[in-house]
Nanobody, 127 residues
Framework: QSQLVESGGGLVQPGGSLRLSCAASGFALDVYHIGWFRQAPGKEREGVACISSSDRKTLYADSVKGRFTITRDNAKNAVYLQINSLKPEDTAVYYC????????????????????WGRGTQVTISS
């Protein structure tokens, strides 16, 4: 069964760091653009970062630029999101999503552009 599985979330103090992982099973990620999204309670899901399938172009939401870094390791069939200088407003469920590069020849952080989603991992920032 093909699926995306997020991991690495947890409870962190403000100013801390986390590294989220997105692992794929049942399919190879190297031909997909991968995005990270988050959804806070009572808010719409928003895109935070995207990395392209081959040339590793990246795109970030303005709210996370300089703090979040998206990378991928196609040999491990995984994509990562390094989150630094965490703030309480970063509290959310974080999801990774995939879209075949043949259907989208650009990087995007629009939720509607991604067809395959994981179930998410909770990130809570609190002192």
């Amino acid at each position: 069964q093909s699926q995306l599985v997020e991991s690495g979330g947890g409870l962190v103090q403000p100013g801390g760091s986390l590294r989220l992982s997105c692992a794929a099973s049942g399919f190879a990620l190297d031909v997909y653009h991968i995005g990270w999204f988050r959804q806070a309670p009572g808010k719409e899901r928003e895109g935070v970062a995207c990395i392209s399938s081959s040339d590793r172009k990246t795109l970030y939401a303005d709210s996370v630029k300089g703090r979040f870094t998206i990378t991928r390791d196609n040999a491990k069939n995984a994509v990562y999101l390094q989150i630094n200088s965490l703030k309480p407003e970063d509290t959310a469920v974080y999801y990774c999503a995939a879209q075949p590069a043949i259907y989208m020849d650009y990087v995007s952080i629009e939720t509607a552009n991604f067809g395959y989603w994981g179930r998410g991992t909770q990130v809570t920032i609190s002192s």
